[in-house]
């Protein structure tokens, strides 16, 4: 008899959890303006403790990610500012020659 009881609160457990599990993968709808604000939410402190992790570990996601922000500021493919140093393989061009 006890087997069966075992048996009933597991399938029970089972059942509760394929239930649970069906609820968390339904879609729901989403606003335009919901999906806005949250695109434009700040990071939250783990997101951006990760981040700073892949910076250390990796050197090509650094170099993305101060990339993407130049994008985001407007200033990616432009004129070099006028402290920039030349990047490796340009050459300046010096008035008089």
């Given at each position: 008899?006890?087997?069966?009881?075992?048996?009933?609160?597991?399938?029970?457990?089972?059942?509760?959890?394929?239930?649970?599990?069906?609820r968390l993968?339904?879609?729901?709808?989403?606003?335009?303006?919901?999906f806005?604000?949250?695109?434009?939410?700040?990071?939250?402190?783990?997101?951006?403790?990760?981040?700073?992790?892949q910076?250390?570990?990796?050197?090509?996601?650094?170099k993305?990610?101060?990339?993407?922000?130049?994008?985001?500021?407007?200033?990616?493919?432009?004129?070099?500012?006028?402290g920039d140093?030349?990047?490796a393989g340009?050459?300046?061009?010096?008035?008089?020659?």
């Amino acid at each position: 008899m006890s087997d069966w009881i075992g048996l009933g609160i597991i399938v029970a457990i089972a059942l509760c959890a394929l239930f649970g599990l069906m609820r968390l993968s339904k879609p729901y709808e989403v606003s335009i303006e919901e999906f806005e604000k949250r695109a434009h939410e700040a990071p939250s402190l783990i997101s951006a403790g990760m981040t700073g992790i892949q910076r250390l570990l990796d050197p090509a996601v650094a170099k993305s990610m101060e990339t993407r922000d130049e994008l985001k500021q407007g200033r990616y493919d432009k004129k070099k500012e006028a402290g920039d140093k030349p990047e490796a393989g340009e050459t300046e061009r010096k008035e008089g020659l």
